[in-house]
């Protein structure tokens, strides 16, 4: 039954990595302590559901977005999450303005491809 938990604490990991924090910060913002953190990342803590939403909310993220396995998907997939993920972290910095701005910028390289 590891499977999931190392799952989710894989997830927890690339998401913590790609909004740039540390375990540290990490385990600041979750109340939680740093080594806790660190274990829970290896599924090596079997932690419980009131933990994983503290968690969750330091990392300002939808539950499902824990459970999606990348081991299952092929490279180039698992380079799309790893995109989606850091630009679910920029996309969350911005105002609406910056959005629409961003949206339009990413329509012109997406065309640029195309040609």
């Known amino acids: 039954m590891t499977d999931l938990r190392n799952t989710v604490g894989d997830r927890i990991r690339a998401i913590r990595k790609a909004k740039g924090l540390t375990q540290q910060q990490l385990a600041e913002l979750s109340n939680l302590d740093d080594a806790y953190i660190g274990a829970v990342e290896r599924g090596e803590r079997n932690f419980s559901v009131d ?6 909310v330091a990392l300002k993220i939808q539950p499902m977005e824990l459970f999606q396995n990348l081991d299952d998907l092929s490279e180039v997939e698992a ?7 850091e630009y679910a972290v920029t996309v969350s910095e911005l105002s609406v303005k910056q959005i629409d701005t961003l949206k339009r910028v990413i329509r012109e390289v997406r065309g640029a491809f195309e040609d």
């Open 79 to 85: 380079a799309q999450r790893r995109a989606i993920d």
């Open 51 to 56: 933990t994983l939403e503290k968690i969750i």
